[in-house]
């Protein structure tokens, strides 16, 4: 027969667990944890061509097999499994052990599975035409400079999206400001300020 306090500590682990992950799940759902864009710091892009195209998927969203919403999953599902083994079907502590890892991957896998399925169609089904973009109105999330590429952000077909970006007319646009796609080469975008005041040149 296990020892008291053995049992004692490994049931306090399955609750602690369980406790743990529900709230981490919880708080990745409320905060957006599963995806999403994040602007990031000023930084020059290297600069990059990936040929003449007309389509392309919007954005690049992916779901790791290690990411928050897998991992608290896992967690959650070890200590769930881990609490209904020793207390429903009161199993040894190596059983328990087993069970609960089996029981933690297995739904994470199922989370994953749905997480990537839901992603990879929702962004399948908003393809954008890059010939639609010329004309629209974006705004710079890293900074352009005299000769070098920097990124943009526009609203296309109801979705943020974001896209490398040179200068037109060869002149460093500071981040924040609003230019108008010019042209499209590739997946590229050659942009202009959109108010010929707002960018003078530097000197």
Known sequence: MEGLGNAGALD????????TGLVWAL?????GGLGGHIDMPDADVPDFNVGDVDTFDVGSVEVSPISPITISTFITAFG???IIAR?????????????????GLLLASVMFLFYSRFLIG????????VSQLVGLTAEVIAPIAEDGVGEIAVVAQGSRVTYP?????????????LVIIDQMLGAQALVSPRDAGSQPPTP
């Open 80 to 82: 769930a499994v881990g």
């Open 27 to 31: 708080f990745v759902v409320v905060t």
């Open 87 to 103: 207390q429903l079907f009161e199993v040894s502590g190596p059983i328990s052990l087993l069970w609960s890892t089996g029981g």
């Open 122 to 129: 929702s962004q399948g089904s908003s393809e954008v035409r």
């Open 165 to 177: 970006a040179r200068s037109s007319q060869g002149v460093p646009i500071k981040r924040g400001t």
């Open 12 to 19: 306090c682990a399955y609750f602690l667990s369980f406790g």
